[in-house]
């Protein structure tokens, strides 16, 4: 169980924009997240670090510190929701959610809301799963099923989903450096810039409102790995922003309650505890 998660109000919180010094710090931090020492020197949890190297063939420590700060917010949704269904919105490649799931011995089943094929959840978990081929925005026309709904880390990919449009077009910028750079740097210089944020920030409201009485939203943001190694400051400070919209978005809804968890407490590297980097979307009767 990860101990030293407390809650924090969002209206006391604001985002102040990173200079180029606060990136090269947070970058500088990041790394601490790259070497299992600090694990094995201070958490030693032996069956996550084993689940973890069952779920890649090349051992991933980011995934070993994410999957871990997930258990607290995950076990304590599952606790008060059940072992019934999680709905994960765009999985992408790290399995974060999926081992976090494992290490918490997750019975129920995992739903992945993806247009494009999420990757292989290994064999060897316990947790019945499925693949969802829609968008997001295509499940909000009805009242969605899952009690547990979770992000982690799309609100960058929703932003560059809308800004880049086609599949092909998104997959070329998004995964060259230099070409993901400049269509960030142009989208910051774009007036369909505030459009494509408030129409993000409407989502989550909406799947708010798709929501069952009795289920939660937790969604994990932080400034992007990649966007901090090749000094993107446009696209850290775009996804962080928008991520607090959100956040104030949700927190003004009469539907739900929803707060920060702040990381910053825990037990783990510095590269892993972004201040505010959960926030929960409660919604209860």
């Known amino acids: 169980m990860v101990e030293g998660l407390r809650r924090l109000d969002v209206a006391g919180q604001h985002y102040e924009p990173l200079t180029p010094r606060d990136l090269a710090a947070v970058c500088d931090a990041r790394k601490t997240s790259f070497s299992p020492e600090f694990w094995m020197d201070h958490i030693r949890d032996e069956s996550h670090y084993e689940i973890v190297a069952r779920a890649k063939s090349t051992f991933d420590c980011r995934l070993l510190y994410d999957s871990w700060l997930w258990r607290a917010p995950l076990e304590e949704a599952v606790r008060c929701y059940g072992q019934r269904v999680v709905l994960e919105l765009l999985p992408g490649s790290s399995l974060t959610i999926p081992v976090a799931l494992e290490s918490i011995k997750y019975s129920g089943e995992l739903w992945q809301v993806n247009d494009e094929l999420p990757t292989a959840i290994p064999r060897c978990f316990h947790f019945r799963h499925r693949w969802l081929d829609t968008r997001i925005g295509d ?8 009690n547990i709904i979770v992000g982690n880390h799309i609100v960058d990919d929703l932003l560059f989903d809308s800004y880049c449009g086609e599949p092909g077009s998104r997959k070329r910028h998004y995964y060259d450096a230099l070409l993901c750079k400049a269509a960030w740097a142009s989208l910051a210089r774009s007036r369909r810039l505030r459009p494509i944020q408030d129409a993000v920030t409407s989502l989550f409201t909406q ?4 929501m069952a009485y009795s289920s ?3 969604l994990r943001h ?10 993107d400051l446009y696209r850290s400070n775009i996804e962080m922003e928008t991520y607090y919209e959100i956040a104030k978005a949700l927190s003004g809804c009469a539907l739900c309650d929803a707060y920060f968890l702040d990381v910053s407490g825990v037990n783990a590297p510095a590269g892993s505890l972004y201040p505010a980097s959960f926030l929960i979307a409660d919604k209860r009767p």
């Open 139 to 146: 499940l909000l026309c009805k009242p969605l099923q899952a």
């Open 216 to 218: 939660m939203l937790i």
């Open 222 to 231: 932080y400034p992007s790995t990649f966007a901090l190694m090749s000094d």
């Open 207 to 210: 799947m708010i409102e798709c």
